[in-house]
DNA sequence: ACTTGGTAGACTGTCTACCAAGTGCCATTC
DNA sequence: GAATGGCACTTGGTAGACAGTCTACCAAGT
């Protein structure tokens, strides 16, 4: 998920041409590598990012390291203090609400536009996502439907066939991964219903309620989440730290 | 330079506070002014961008220019290619397509969320800004209507409350700034009439009514651009001239 | 004429070392 | 207890080195 990069790729050339082995860059792996690392907390938010020691953690100099953590500072997973180095970023309360509003956004659009031209071949994966996840949401294995959940998503704003939409949709998604994966049990069977008239819609050809089945469906998420949030916890006792300056994309 | 992102700092914070001296970062300067050449066009696109090139350029050392390079790729600026190095991005036809689409769905959601609670101060100048942009563009200041244009865009998006659509749409904004100038006379007038109206709905939190302009009003824009391309352009330059230096700053 | 092989130059990707400046923390002091 | 001063740590930026790779070009072979 290389961002907005070139439109050349290998995804639509010509059949023939396979890039046979094409060594990641390093500071991508590291990229990846940290991603994950805190998507599945083993870095924990709010935690103080050394350079020098993820460095040695993962055998690479800082060089790499720094490259990506600035580009985790520019999508919002760590906040980069100036001279001081970065922390894992520790979202504030309005910031799913956020984020589910800017998914609303990109994924409502990009339902209308998939449905305005219905890919059989995609189509067809879609239903069987559907049934993938349905199946992993019943038998309990929650990472599994979330994945096949993204999977899904991502599925859908790639058949809009606009890369802007796929590619911002698809650092949101990421987000809402790592927030949401603890309120996945919950939302869940409904969720997969729900997909399933989505890709009913799609496969019709019906745009508008395609879109708006889209919207309803992050709103429920959203409630959901709410509902999660006021009925578990006043957890994490909101310490009174000091002004974390953000500084993402902009100069402040 | 950034119109958009001096807003964040002083403006809105407790009052107290004045960064009295916060140098910015090299690779922040970098970044701005390689965007400011791209989009000037002193760097054409489809030009190799040699990082040590770039660095004795500007007075500096290789390390902040790779980082911009590497930001510059993540939001589609350059092409990075490994092992080879940067080129400074070629748009593809569909491209502007795309982007209009994409900033569709971001800003007719702005501009829905601002319309939910309009804010007196913003609307003002709101309004301001929409008397300023009619003046520039009558008295055929085009960079200074395309600038105002931008800020109201962007002060639409602020308005929403929303980080990450003010993200993103800045993003696209920039990008359309990029491709759009010289499309900026012939549509001009028009998009003013329109903005004013757009300010009303918002106003007077109809948000449907806001959601629609917005989304209307970008759709003038990519038709614009269309009949433009349709009209000037047979699509392959006849001349095989190699260096053609863009002046794209006054009308052709 | 077309392929093959070789060579050379240019850049990137990464590493290491180094220094200046900024930041947080802690002990000392009033 | 609060202000102060100092220290250790970390980033931001620079310089130089080196391997790997990409491009271009030229020469020889078929």
Redesign the interface.
């Known amino acids: 998920m290389t961002?907005?990069?070139?439109?050349a790729d290998a995804t639509s050339e010509s059949p023939g041409v396979r890039h046979v082995k094409?060594?990641t860059?390093l500071?991508e792996s590291v990229y990846e590598a940290l991603t994950e690392m805190i998507i599945d907390g083993t870095l924990e938010r709010g935690r103080h990012l050394v350079e020098v020691e993820l460095a040695g953690m993962l055998g690479v100099s800082r060089?790499p390291v720094?490259?990506a953590l600035?580009?985790l500072n520019?999508e919002g997973w760590v906040d980069l203090r100036?001279g001081f180095g970065a922390m894992v970023h520790v979202p504030a309360e309005d910031e799913v609400d956020?984020?589910l509003?800017?998914r609303?956004?990109?994924e409502?659009?990009s339902a209308r536009?998939a449905a305005r031209k219905p890919d059989k071949d995609a189509v067809a994966r879609l239903k069987e996502l559907c049934k993938v996840g349905a199946n992993l949401q019943e038998t309990g294995d929650i990472d599994g439907a979330v994945r096949t959940n993204g999977e899904l998503h991502g599925l859908i704003t790639q058949m809009s066939?606009?890369?802007?939409?796929v590619d911002?949709a698809g650092q949101?998604d990421r987000r809402v991964r790592w927030y949401y994966t603890p309120v996945a049990p919950v939302r869940g069977a409904a969720s997969w219903r729900e997909h399933t008239r989505l890709v009913k819609a799609i496969s019709d050809g019906d745009e508008d309620k395609a879109a708006q089945i889209m919207r309803e469906h992050t709103e429920h998420t959203r409630k959901a989440y709410h509902d999660l949030q006021a009925g578990t916890t006043p957890v994490e006792a909101p310490a009174p730290e000091k002004k974390v300056t953000r500084r993402?994309?902009?100069?402040?």
């Open positions: 961002t907005l990069s070139a439109g094409r060594p860059p500071r060089q720094r490259e600035q580009r520019n100036p956020q984020l509003a800017a609303a956004a990109l409502s659009e536009l066939g606009n890369r802007f939409l911002f949101v993402r994309r902009t100069t402040d």
